[in-house]
């Protein structure tokens, strides 16, 4: 009766009134052993039932990861791959699940990547390739799982999908090109992708395409060019040997040219690959000496949330490790203004958190006291110590980092903005909080011996009590955090 049992299941768990009752009944653990059941019937019901139940409950789907369910789905991935109702519940339940970073680690010591690349090719509708290219987006947020998927030929498939839906004028077809453009970016960004490239290039796939970038005007549409910028970036990211082949230059002009037209699309595309270009410290100082910063800086005036977007990740991979570069963006009052502006677009999370870490950047990578009295006369001091709250751990250390290098160099520039934005009172709230990570932690006490050397800061560190906190830190668990306790504790007493 298991079967017909899981299947009453799984049309019950259809009614939003009914997922309670059988979550306070643990229907959900007890399903969760007949997936490793060979009765596909089973499987497909059990599957079901159990998607059903956890659909849009973090709490649930972090204990499905827990108690071990994706590998029981990859393993449902790989036994039945030609079983469209199974393929298809497993890779739903991936799509739910692959935003957890609990379910990104489990999937990486799992060849879920060999399986997707695998549904890619064999995926015959949009609705198939939609859930893939969903799961692979979610997924490439890992960086462990990126290398996986660019190993596992996950480029190379969305390079066929591209080839063959390229100059088709359905709307469907121009999604699909969209959504695989988009994650082929995803992957190349900060992928190791060598001998991925190496394949392609010994293809010599990436001519054409190289040619259209460099001659060709803009005579079959924007989307069609926009798929072989996608296209080019795939097969032909190389970016030492597209910088020789004289491929900035070409990729300025055109969108500049396009800035002009107000072509969205099409910008969106070239800084999709100045992006990438930008990724080598070699790179980056040739670019700089193209004067990139001062023509890409024309996009300010862009009213397009993308764009913008693209924009910031551009900037902010250029100031990345340059010192020149965080001076030339640090100097400029109309940019610094406009971060400061976007800081605080509630509407566009993603141009806040870029526009965040631009300036965090700007401030980490350069050395110089005009750039931080810049920063401060813009209002951008208070949206850094913000981010230094922010839900992601990379921002925080950002921040952190940004804003102790920036009061080595000129405290006294900045002291007020910290008293105003309560920079002490927030660094105290992360020692104290048990959830922050070590490196977080870390780095707050890194910031607050800096904010010793000012009367009136170290004055609130006293009134605030840190002291305490930092004895208690004493004895963490992490090494390097009770180091840095000792160290802050010894600044405090004036010992040091």
Same mark, same amino acid.
């Given at each position: ?7 009453? @299941?799984?049309?019950?768990?259809? $009614? ?17 052993? @007949?997936?490793?059941?060979? /009765? ?16 849009? !409950? ?16 990859? &393993? ?24 957890? /970073? ?81 994650? #082929? ?7 190791? @992708? ?43 990211? !190389? ?32 800084? +999709? ?46 100031? /990345? ?24 677009? +509630?509407? $566009? ?6 526009? !965040? ?8 990578? !350069? ?7 810049? #920063? ?15 839900? $992601? ?56 011996? &800096? ?18 906190? @930092? ?26």
């Amino acid at each position: 009766c298991a079967v017909k049992a899981a299947h009453v @299941l799984s049309e019950i768990a259809k $009614h939003e009134e009914m997922k309670k009752p059988c979550i306070d009944a643990d229907l959900v653990l007890t399903l969760i052993p @007949l997936l490793e059941s060979t /009765d596909q019937e089973m499987l497909l019901h059990a599957g079901r039932a159990i998607g059903r139940i956890c659909y849009d !409950n973090r709490d649930l789907q972090e204990e499905l990861v827990k108690v071990g369910v994706i590998p029981s789905l990859v &393993r449902i991935l790989t036994d039945y791959a030609e079983s469209e109702p199974l393929v298809h519940v497993a890779l739903l339940a991936l799509y739910n699940l692959a935003d957890l /970073d609990s379910a990104k680690e489990a999937l990486s010591r799992t060849k879920v990547a060999e399986q997707l690349v695998k549904q890619l090719r064999r995926a015959e509708s949009h609705e198939r390739l939609e859930i893939v290219f969903e799961v692979l987006q979610a997924l490439a947020e890992n960086d462990a799982l990126k290398v996986q998927l660019v190993d596992a030929g996950v480029p190379e498939a969305l390079s066929e999908i591209l080839l063959r839906l390229q100059g088709s004028s359905q709307a469907e077809d121009t999604c699909i090109v969209k959504a695989a453009s988009d994650l #082929i970016v995803s992957l190349l960004l900060g992928a190791e @992708l060598s001998h991925f490239l190496t394949r392609e290039l010994e293809k010599k796939k990436a001519k054409s395409i190289v040619l259209i970038l460099a001659r060709r005007e803009n005579s079959q549409g924007k989307d069609s060019l926009n798929s072989e910028f996608a296209l080019f970036l795939s097969l032909y990211g !190389n970016c030492l040997r597209m910088i020789q082949l004289g491929v900035i230059h070409q990729l300025l002009d055109l969108l500049e040219k396009h800035v002009q037209s107000g072509d969205t699309s099409v910008q969106q595309a070239a800084l +999709s690959a100045l992006q990438n270009l930008a990724i080598p410290v070699v790179s980056k100082v040739q670019m700089l000496e193209e004067g990139i910063t001062e023509r890409i800086e024309a996009l300010l005036r862009s009213q397009s949330p993308p764009v913008q977007f693209k924009l910031l990740g551009t900037l902010r991979m250029l100031a /990345d490790g340059q010192a020149d570069a965080a001076e030339i963006l640090g100097h400029d009052p109309m940019l610094l203004n406009r971060l400061v502006h976007w800081c605080s677009v +509630s509407d $566009h999370s993603g141009i806040c958190r870029e526009a !965040n870490r631009l300036l965090a950047s700007i401030l980490q990578h !350069n050395r110089s006291q005009e750039v931080v009295k810049a #920063i401060q006369a813009a209002q951008g001091v208070k949206h850094l110590v913000s981010m230094t709250t922010s839900e $992601h751990a990379a921002m925080q250390n950002e921040a952190l980092n940004a804003l102790a290098i920036a009061s080595a160099i000129d405290l006294e520039t900045l002291e007020e903005s910290f008293k105003e934005s309560q920079l002490v009172q927030s660094l105290h709230k992360l020692l104290q909080d048990d959830d922050t990570s070590p490196e977080v932690k870390y780095n707050s006490m890194g910031l607050l011996c &800096r904010l010793l050397n000012s009367g009136d800061l170290r004055q609130e560190i006293e009134e605030d009590k840190i002291k305490d906190t @930092l004895e208690r830190l004493c004895s963490h668990s992490n090494a390097n955090v009770v180091k840095e306790a000792i160290t802050t504790l010894q600044v405090l007493r004036g010992e040091t």
